[in-house]
């Protein structure tokens, strides 16, 4: 299962700098998807496959997705002084920069420059989104169930609004039940 | 200490089991303990806490962390991002211990093979949603499709692209 070629193997200290630089940098949301890049990407240290596995329970479950997303990789990786490391850099260095960043921001306001800057890298972190979601499409199986339960939850989601407790309950488990009686067929 | 905290530690614990699919679904009810329960704040106010915490980088539930702050200073701030995070937080560590237990048992591959459609189909939506509420116009739309392409043809780390996003709004936007 292991990637054939690690360049850095991963030890909580290391998770710890790569979440605290993912919780820091990534304006515009979307963290997921700057994981993918650190985790995937960049190291190898996940599979795309195992880091789609993660998300899907990541986003089941209640939770915010970074936090559970960091758990789940730092406990995969390291046990859990790698789920610890994880959740503390990517909850804690924000925090503060969060509080800092509300008191600069009436200052900041008064620079015409800041509306635009702040529109662009917004427009430039939907890019990070699209990605993310591109790379999750390709890998759903190209079977008419899976390909059904995604787009009735991108429709469901994005054109009746519902609300994503009931899209998870209803469509998560419909969907589980649904590929845990074809994995049964299989044998 | 301001009998503020342990308030606040009791508003956002109970919420944390509530945030299904990322921070926004409990967003309305934020609003109405802080604003219309405790009068802690006015609308505006808590207007301007939700587009700061939306700008800045980190989990957007970081909210909780900002009224924390406003409210009760250091101590609320903390007792804010305890709530908001930890219920969830030992939720998820625990399924993490009970999985790698269990590896590649029918019930986990029914899970992971399960959800990862929604969450695909969720992720394209909140792109949609996303690209709805994006200021700028065409312009905007234009970066927007360029980041993804740079994305998938390279590979580029978020910060520079973000960077370069910015600077090029700002400066077709001058033209």
Redesign the interface.
């Known amino acids: 299962m292991a990637p054939p070629h690690r360049p850095t193997s991963p030890t909580p200290a290391r998770l710890f700098l790569i979440f605290a630089q993912i919780g820091l940098t990534s304006f515009g949301g979307g963290l997921s998807a700057w994981m993918l890049r650190a985790f995937v990407r960049e190291r190898a240290w996940l599979s795309e496959e195992e880091f789609l596995n993660g998300l899907g329970i990541a986003q089941a479950l209640p939770g915010v997705n970074v936090t559970n997303m960091g758990i789940w990789i730092g406990y995969r990786l390291c046990g859990t002084a790698g789920a610890l490391a994880s959740v503390t850099a990517v909850v804690i260095p924000p925090a503060i920069l969060m509080v800092l960043i509300a008191i600069a921001f009436a200052w900041l306001e008064r620079f015409p420059i800041t509306r635009p800057a702040l529109d662009g890298a917004a427009a430039a972190a939907i890019g990070l989104s699209a990605w993310m979601g591109i790379t999750a499409a390709r890998r759903v199986p190209r079977r008419v169930i899976p390909l059904a339960i995604m787009a009735a939850s991108f429709a469901a989601v994005a054109w009746l609004h519902i609300p994503l407790l009931w899209v998870v309950l209803a469509g998560g488990s419909a969907s589980v039940a649904l590929e845990y009686i074809r994995l049964g067929n299989e044998r | 200490m301001n009998p503020r905290v342990a308030t606040l530690l009791g508003i956002f614990a109970p919420l944390?089991?509530?945030?299904?699919?990322?921070?926004?679904?409990i967003i309305a009810d934020i609003q109405r303990q802080v604003v219309d329960v405790h009068h802690w704040m006015s609308a505006g106010t808590f207007v301007t806490?939700f587009a700061?915490?939306?700008?800045?980088?980190?989990?957007?539930?970081?909210l909780a962390?900002?009224i924390g702050?406003r409210v009760a200073g250091f101590w609320g701030?903390l007792a804010a991002?305890i709530g908001?995070?930890t219920p969830?937080?030992v939720?998820?560590?625990a399924?993490?211990?009970i999985?790698?237990r269990h590896r590649g048992a029918?019930?986990q591959?029914?899970?992971?093979?399960?959800?990862?459609?929604?969450?695909?189909?969720?992720?394209?939506?909140?792109?949609?949603?996303?690209?709805g509420g994006?200021?700028?116009g065409w312009?905007?739309?234009a970066?927007?499709?360029?980041?993804?392409?740079?994305?998938?043809a390279t590979?580029i780390?978020?910060?520079p692209?973000?960077?370069?996003?910015?600077?090029?709004?700002?400066l077709l936007?001058a033209l």
Do not use: D
């Open positions: 944390s089991l509530l945030t299904i699919g990322g921070g926004q679904t806490l700061i915490a939306r700008m800045a980088p980190g989990p957007g539930s970081l962390t900002l702050w701030a991002t908001i995070f969830t937080c939720l998820i560590y399924l993490a211990r999985w790698s029918r019930w591959r029914a899970l992971e093979g399960g959800l990862r459609p929604l969450a695909a189909g969720m992720i394209l939506a909140t792109t949609w949603v996303l690209v994006l200021e700028g312009l905007a739309r970066i927007a499709i360029a980041a993804t392409a740079l994305l998938l590979k780390s978020p910060l692209l973000l960077a370069i996003g910015s600077a090029a709004f700002v936007h």
